[in-house]
């Protein structure tokens, strides 16, 4: 089995990444845990790493806007490099305040060089969601992602709505498969709130770009890499498949 490396990067409000570490090694991978800083410095430490996420939290407290800060950090001394990084083949993984933050770099959804043509904003009900969610996955080019599938995952977000600059930007989402998972119900259909638990265009709870190496998803996949976190395990008919584990499975098998 080859050794798949895996940096999970630091800032200080992040909160999640221990347990984002923890799903990656479920998965196979080595991972180091890096201070953003540290990368800000030498950004050629990214050449030892096959896969790099950003967890999610509250980078920087959330000032100004959700992920801003970092993102503003990225966007002028690591977007290159992490350019550079996807179009050799690596993967680039943000979950929840990663998702906030790639969007605000202008790397996701990445159709437009790096200019920011969407957003991820206040959620419709005003105030922080803290559930679990059904998903369609709904493009079937991103490597995390296995097409055609369902997850059950939770969402725990004040800011998860994602919006679309205008009209034809949420087009070209659409036409080249760029929003990854939708927010569905049970039976995999469309509604309102609660199953799109914040507002999102098209229901949209994931983004990906044309290469499908990057995913930006709004809910945690790390905090379902075990069935005994499945909310219903102690009364459900059979042991829940964890299905956030198989995200970082896929990752791993792709670099593999």
């Not at 000032?63 to 179009?87: S, T, Y």
């Not at 044309?210 to 976190?229: A, D, K, N, S």
């Amino acid at each position: 089995m080859a050794n798949i490396k895996v940096l999970v990067l630091r800032a200080a409000g992040i909160n999640c990444d221990q347990e984002t570490a923890h799903a990656w090694r479920l998965a196979g991978a080595h991972v180091d845990l890096l201070h953003v800083n540290r990368l800000l410095e030498n950004p050629a430490l990214l050449e030892a790493y096959q896969a790099v996420t950003i967890p999610g939290g509250f980078s920087y407290g959330d000032n100004i806007a959700a992920g801003k800060i970092l993102a503003r950090q990225i966007q002028h001394h690591l977007a290159e490099p992490l350019r550079r990084f996807v179009d050799s083949g690596k993967l680039v993984l943000g979950i929840c305040n990663g998702l906030q933050v790639l969007v605000k770099a202008g790397l996701l959804p990445g159709d437009n060089g790096s200019s920011q043509t969407v957003t991820v904003t206040y959620n419709d009900s005003n105030r922080f969601e803290d559930r679990w969610v059904h998903l369609a996955v709904a493009a079937d080019h991103c490597v995390f992602l296995e097409p055609n599938s369902q997850l059950f995952l939770p969402v725990a977000h004040g800011e998860g709505k994602i919006v679309a600059k205008d009209r034809g930007v949420l087009d070209r989402l659409r036409d080249r498969q760029l929003i990854a998972l939708r927010y569905v119900d049970a039976r995999g259909r469309p509604g309102g709130y609660p199953v799109n638990p914040n507002g999102s265009e098209d229901h949209a709870a994931a983004l990906t770009d044309p290469t499908g190496r990057i995913l930006g998803l709004m809910p945690h996949p790390e905090r379902f890499v075990h069935p005994t976190q499945h909310p219903r395990w102690t009364r459900a008919p059979e042991q829940p498949e964890p299905c956030g584990r198989t995200l970082f499975e896929r990752a791993v098998a792709y670099l593999q």
